[in-house]
């Protein structure tokens, strides 16, 4: 695999300025050029929309829940599926609960939302219902959702997430069980998600094949200009 696909990360809202950690300036790469070869102008781009499209299923959610929910993108990286065992940002190196399904239409590939068992039944209980694994699975597609139809309005084209399932298992390894090349892209953020006083921490992952980076950069600079 080519060494410049590795990965960046671009973290924090409030920030005007990216975080570099000590491996990543060991290897040479500076703020004007990341492995993944994304720019920090892209990349502080690519958290915008990543916030934008985390805040489109809000109101449905809080709809769901009976109370106002927010989405935070805390922290944005895009790694290299073969290397994200060692950089990849995940919530845990143990189980979690996550919803995994299809993202198809313009930009065909994976999407799923990972929380800590614990924070993913105190989410569905706050949606109410007689089963909180039902519960969990429609909260977070409906998350899921959002961010893909915030990216087809991107890529003007129709994207949509379907066939959600549970998934209970390290997020390492269902990412590998999707049977993806090595190669492929893995847009990974942290998220807050604050509803009624309670305060949960979950980590999307999409990952895509390498030729979509460039569209995806591409629409999000004619965007801005």
């Known amino acids: 695999m080519?060494?410049?696909?590795?990965?960046?990360?671009?973290?924090?809202?409030e920030e005007t300025r990216p975080r570099f950690d000590r491996a990543t300036e060991r290897s040479g790469y500076g703020p004007e050029m990341t492995p993944l070869?994304?720019?920090t102008e892209q990349m502080i781009a690519l958290h915008g929309f990543f916030a934008d499209a985390a805040a489109v299923g809000e109101e449905a959610l809080g709809e769901m829940t009976g109370c106002e929910t927010e989405i935070e993108v805390q922290e944005i990286?895009?790694?290299?599926?073969?290397e994200f065992g060692e950089r990849?940002?995940?919530?845990?190196?143990?189980?979690?609960a996550a919803v995994m399904g299809r993202l198809e239409g313009r930009m065909p590939g994976t999407m799923c939302l990972a929380l800590e068992p614990e924070d993913a039944l105190l989410w569905a209980r706050l949606a109410g219902g007689e089963d909180p694994l039902d519960a969990f699975v429609s909260?977070?597609?409906t998350l899921l959702e959002g961010v893909?139809?915030?990216?087809g309005e991107l890529l003007d084209g129709d994207a949509r997430f379907e066939g959600a399932r549970l998934v209970e298992e390290p997020e390492l390894a269902m990412l590998v069980k999707t049977h993806a090349p090595s190669d492929t892209i893995v847009f990974s953020t942290r998220l807050r998600i604050d509803a009624r006083d309670e305060i949960l921490t979950a980590v999307s992952h999409m990952l895509v094949e390498p030729k979509y980076l460039a569209q995806v950069l591409s629409a999000l600079s004619a965007a801005h200009h």
């Open 2 to 13: 080519d060494d410049s696909l590795r990965v960046h990360r671009w973290g924090g809202p």
């Open 37 to 39: 070869k994304i720019s």
């Open 77 to 82: 990286r895009a790694t290299a599926l073969a």
């Open 88 to 96: 990849g940002l995940c919530l845990s190196d143990d189980l979690v």
């Open 139 to 141: 909260l977070s597609s």
């Open 148 to 151: 893909s139809r915030g990216l």
